[in-house]
């Protein structure tokens, strides 16, 4: 049975890059356009990877984050941070928010899927 | 260069407020060619990756027919027994080759053991003519006797009538044993020139069978190798367009990852954006209360437009031909 990840980006052209990725990789994708919407999303999938982008509308990468790991279900799920933001402080608070790791784009698909095949057992 | 002037007015405040309007198109004009691009992108992406499944395809089917594993057979039998590579198909006609060989080889084997059966045969019959020659002696001995004790029965006249009779019982069973001895005789004339003929037969089977399997074993041997010479370089071809398509691929993957500058540029953009309507926050502060009127900038702007959605923002283009992207319209 193939996994599921959900991809959260407000570019859509992002995340049908990174769904094709996914999918070459053998994953299910479910996509969200901020984190709202993915939060909306969530209920009735069973996750292994959630990539999300960091500065989009309605709800920021960071606040996502944060609203994931208080579901039970989804507490030690894998997140990528996927975003364009280099800046360390921001990245901290990635990673105090729950991140699990943090990929800078423009991103390169194979080195994409070795460090899901990382993260995702 | 073109101007970008403004109409004169007699202060800061009336020139911000007439070009404040500005900065609202300035924002959509940046919006539109943000989602623009965006749009452009994943049809170009799509594109992309549509190429790359058919690369990767390309590669694997090609690794398939290399190897000879993955695709199943498509005979109908349902078996799902991996299809053979060109080359072990090739191996395999070869050793069906070998194999009817050795089939020959065997049936010209039985076929000299028929020969030297039918041989035996032959001296077999040869055995019989001779004896036949001996019971040809016995039958001229018996019709000598049989003409002997006539001619003492006639000298001795009545009291050897009896003996007469004896001597014609003689002569009569010599001629039948004559007889019998013509039809062994005959039948075995007959039985040898028969088998002698199917003795030719098969000498002559066998060597039109051993030749012709010399030959046809010469033209599949001939054939066989054009066969692996093709497959050679039918080989050298797909492992060239295998590392080819594998190049595609990765160029590709290289092309569509260049192609993520459009986030980079649409975020800039947003950041623009956003700039924009503070700066055009400030500035309507300043100048709400100012009376003016935009109506000459608006038109300078639709008349220094060139598109459609350009003047669409303006909402100035109540007179927009109705002609689309790749339109033609003669005059």
Redesign the interface.
Known sequence: MAKTALIVDD????R??VA?TLRQGGFEVVEGENGQDALDKIPGHKLELIITDL?MPVMDGITFIQKVRELPAFKFVPILMLT?ETQASKKEQGKAAGATGWIV??????KLLQTVAKVVP | MEQHAFPETETLEQQVATALPVLDVMGTQLQQTSKQI?TA??DV??RF?SMMQRARSGVSSASELLSGDGATSGNGSGSGKSRESIGSLIEEAQETIESLLAHTQHSAKVSQSAIDRINRVHAATDEITKSLTQLDDITIGNRLLAVNARIQAVYAGDRAAGFGGVANEIAVQARRSAEIVDLIRSVSGELRSISQSALTDLQVMAADDQRAMERSKQEVDRVLDDFRRMNGHTRQFIEKMTRENASVVDEI?AA?????????I??RMAHVIGDLEALRAVFHKHTHNVAVDSKAVMDRLSNLYTMHEERSVLGTNSNEASLSDGDVELF
């Open positions: 570019s859509a052209s992002m049908q890059m094709y500065n364009t784009k423009p991103f390169d698909p194979e | 965006e992108v994943m992406c799509s990756q993957s569509v990852r260049s192609l993520q500058f459009q986030d980079r649409s975020q």
